[in-house]
């Protein structure tokens, strides 16, 4: 077990004798007697000078320690929504080491909350997300708002947060009760992300918590304290001698529009998280991307999420792109809209993963998200008799590519040109992609390269350098392949995603998808060595060999689709800015992850060019980095 990771407890709800929020953890009160909207606007909204502040601002940036039941950001989003002088975009960064489950937040708000923040509670309540660790974005006022909520220790996720932030609430409970939070250390790694005119407010006038933010880089005062208390305090970022080394993140200044080579999943999901932000995105593709370009005949995919022991990168970027996805995509319309019928994970025949039950208990994820089941439960729970129980996670998503990929390259913003790229070009203007003949095909100022295996030799061609992109340089293509049985030869397939080395799909139209093939080498298999190969996958997961049992011959196979998958060593993916070559970013490698990373990845280019609090922590954001 990793010595990093740390599970979540989850805050209980409770009330102390006078009535008010109580924490037993910490033996202390969540706000003061007055309530959470007073203290709020007195010291967190006076002490950082809002609304003033932002004021005809692009966008503000607030960071907050300590979540606890939204007080402060119910009263921010309040005082926003109520001035019309507002910044047209507003983004909260806010930390919680033990967040309530759904049903706890919404029972102290019943006790406690102040009847002008119920409806905007109700809103964020509809939102909350599983107590679980790492970063979690949350949108409302059609993106204009913004709250990260980041779950897990204060000092374990600061240093992993990427933001410019323009004003701080230093929230929490008392230091005697709760001194990390009140730690110089944790100051200064909040303090890096200070912009140069930032500002902090607290309710904490301790002397040592005074110096301790004087030596993060803050002048600070005591003002008048809410009514009962002698002293709050408010402070400015000092001006600096010396340029610090960090660079912290800023809006892209050159004109708002991207070229996009590649229109599946990972170029989709980067046209939407670009136009749903105002962005003009240009999707060059040699198929009929908006019909499902060459995900045209697969039928069904999935979308599910992976734990390991140690939590590491790779589950984490599951878990948090399997989230992502389902907020992203859980609107669209009709069948574009996923399906969360969840998913089972079962042993693979050689066991190498180990007993996952172990894994469960070292994580203590709550069971409303991911669980185990007996083979007798998941045998009800699926409808079909499994040879095996297995992992139960609750968020695993059933898609229909086609459908999916035609409504996100409809956003409006998105423009599609059907043509094949031969070469690119940097100019004045941005980025060109070039036909054979030579001729400009389409423009852009910001370039995106989404175009799986076909991405790596278009930037050599552009003058990238494999030593500069070692990860981007290792890129492979492994063939994939999918059929589909008859749902009645599976008594009507299985309610839920069914996995093991490989899976079962719920019915659609009467067939179940059951895939997948991995063809490496460079070469395609022939169908039928296809179909004998996913048909070989079927015992260890159903009881019933005879359902399984097939030479790939049966005239009742059908709904076979393939494709190549673009990889690199270790699986993960890879996305982020390209060195060398200017206003350039390549999202690939997405592997057989397409649909669970995709949202993810477009969100973490269109954040960082607008300049919003990123989605993803910095050390995920380093790993698949090109």
């Known amino acids: 077990m990793s010595s990093s990771y740390q599970a979540l407890k989850p805050a209980q709800p409770d009330l102390d004798s006078s009535g008010l929020p109580y924490s037993t953890d910490y033996g202390d009160i969540y706000h003061a007697a007055q309530g959470s909207l007073a203290q709020a606007r007195h010291v967190f909204l006076s002490g950082n000078r809002l609304p003033q502040r932002w004021a005809g601002r692009e966008r503000f940036v607030v ?110 409970f008392a230091p005697a009760r709760n001194p990390e939070m009140w730690s110089a250390h944790l100051f200064r790694r909040l303090a890096r992300m200070a912009a140069p005119d930032a500002t902090l407010a607290t309710w904490c006038s301790a002397g040592h918590v005074r110096r301790a933010m004087e030596d993060a880089g803050f002048l600070v005062e005591r003002w008048p304290g809410l009514n009962g208390k002698r002293h709050m305090v408010a402070g400015v970022r000092r001006a600096l001698r010396t340029p610090g080394k960090a660079v912290l993140p800023q809006a892209y200044p050159g004109p708002r529009t991207a070229l996009i080579i590649g229109g599946g999943p990972a170029g989709a999901g980067m046209a939407q998280a670009l136009t749903l932000r105002g962005w003009q995105a240009v999707v060059v593709d040699p198929a009929p991307v908006r019909a499902g370009g060459v995900h045209q005949g697969h039928a069904a995919a999935a979308s599910v999420p992976l734990i390991a022991r140690d939590d590491n990168p790779r589950a984490r970027l599951a878990r948090a792109g399997n989230l992502r996805s389902w907020a992203r995509w859980s609107g669209l319309a009709g069948d574009a809209a996923p399906l969360r019928c969840g998913a089972l994970q079962m042993q693979r025949p050689d066991g190498r ?75 004045a203007a941005g980025w060109q992609a070039l036909g054979h003949d030579g001729q400009i095909l389409a423009e852009g100022a910001v370039l995106v390269m989404a175009g799986a295996g076909a991405s790596w030799p278009l930037l050599q061609q552009a003058g990238l350098d494999g030593r500069e992109v070692p990860r981007l340089a290792a890129l492979q293509a492994t063939g994939g392949a999918i059929a589909s049985w008859p749902a009645a030869r599976l008594h009507g397939g299985p309610a839920c995603v069914l996995g093991a080395e490989g899976y079962l799909l719920p019915a659609l139209a009467g067939r ?25 996958k079927m015992p260890a997961m159903l009881a019933d060999a005879a359902l399984g049992r097939a030479n790939g011959t049966e005239a009742w196979w059908g709904g076979d689709w393939s494709g190549w998958r673009a990889v690199v060593p270790g ?26 990373w995709a949202a993810l990845a477009g969100d973490v280019l269109a954040a960082t060019l607008e300049g919003e609090p990123l989605p993803l922590e910095r050390d995920l954001l380093e790993i698949v980095k090109p």
């Not at 109700?122 to 949350?138: S, V, Y």
Request: hydrophobic share 45%; glycine share 12%.
């Open 63 to 172: 960071c907050e320690t300590g979540f606890g039941l939204g007080g402060n950001f119910l009263a921010l989003w309040q005082a926003w929504r109520a001035d019309p002088e507002r910044c047209r975009r507003l983004h909260v960064v806010s930390l919680e080491a033990h967040p309530f489950t759904r049903a706890g937040l919404a029972s102290m708000w019943r006790a406690s909350l102040a009847l002008e923040l119920r409806a905007l509670a109700d809103t964020l309540l509809a939102q909350w997300p599983e107590p679980l660790p790492g970063l979690h974005r949350l949108e409302f006022e059609g993106g204009a708002l913004t709250l990260t909520l980041g779950f897990g220790e204060a000092l374990t996720l600061a240093p992993r947060l990427e933001a410019r932030v323009d004003a701080y609430f230093f929230d929490g």
């Open 353 to 427: 993963a180990g007993d996952p039950r172990e894994a469960l208990a070292e994580l203590a994820f709550p069971s409303s998200w991911v669980r185990w089941m007996d083979r007798d439960e998941a045998s009800q729970h699926a409808g079909l008799s499994l040879s095996q129980g297995g992992v139960y996670f609750s968020s695993g998503m059933l898609v229909k590519p086609p459908e999916l990929l035609g409504a996100l390259l409809r956003t409006p913003g998105v423009t599609h040109i059907q043509a094949s790229v031969a070469g690119l070009r940097h100019g």
């Open 512 to 536: 179940c998808v059951v895939g997948s093939t991995y063809e490496e080498g460079g070469e395609a298999w022939d169908t039928q060595a296809r179909r004998c190969a996913m048909a070989e």
């Open 571 to 596: 699986r993960l993916p890879v996305f982020g800015p390209l060195p060398q070559l200017p206003d350039a970013w390549v999202a690939t490698a997405f592997g057989s992850r397409g649909f669970s």
